[in-house]
């Protein structure tokens, strides 16, 4: 949160060719610094929203609708082991609340296939 406070100023401070003469920061740093200065402001109040936001706000933006269109097909790798049996149950959750065609893939060990041995 405090990375904003440092980081604006010491921009604002290094960009003026007054105060820093020829030591002052070329174009391309300038740019490259306040893309930097603002992913970090974003984040920043992403933060904010994600942790003192109502649900209720979050919920609202966390629309269904968007996140149907990223997730139309599911594709699963199973290989018959012990991990199939947790992971299943979320994703057949995960594929009826976004709406999603779930596929299923069997992945066989095929024990050596591609090796020879001489």
């Known amino acids: 949160m405090q990375l904003s406070f440092a980081v604006i ?18 174009l391309w740093i300038k740019v490259l610094a306040w893309i930097s200065a603002s992913v970090i402001v974003v984040l920043n109040l992403k ?11 979050q919920d609202a933006l966390a629309s269904k609708q968007s996140l149907t269109a990223m997730y139309c097909k599911i594709l699963v790798a199973l290989d018959t082991t012990a991990s199939d049996q947790e992971l299943l149950p979320h ?14 893939l069997h992945v066989a060990d095929a024990g050596g296939a591609g090796t020879s041995t001489s």
């Open 9 to 26: 100023p010491l921009l604002m401070f290094t960009d003026e060719k007054v105060k820093m003469g020829r030591f002052a920061n070329p």
């Open 47 to 57: 933060y904010l929203f994600d942790r003192f936001a109502p649900q209720s706000w």
């Open 91 to 104: 994703i057949a959750k995960m594929a009826v609340l976004m709406k999603s065609e779930l596929l299923l």
